[in-house]
């Protein structure tokens, strides 16, 4: 599973993981499924999408690209 190019690779859900967790869910605790939901889709559409950095970038946020760009 872990050679290159290979679609089954997990990495990209690995580093998701890994800012979601530290980012969010260590520091809150939900009462209902819905306030989890939000909260999550909250924290992918306004930081992990739009403020943090990416490398493809050249570890710019999207939103800096865009700019730089137009």
Do not use: C
């Amino acid at each position: 599973m872990s050679r290159r190019a290979n679609w089954y690779d997990n990495a990209h859900m690995e580093s998701f993981w890994g800012t979601l967790k530290p980012g969010l869910i260590s520091r809150r605790r939900f009462t209902t499924r819905h306030e989890a939901w939000l909260a999550i889709f909250d924290y992918v559409e306004t930081f992990y999408n739009r403020v943090r950095r990416h490398s493809a970038l050249g570890y710019q946020s999207p939103v800096d690209y865009e700019h730089q760009l137009n």
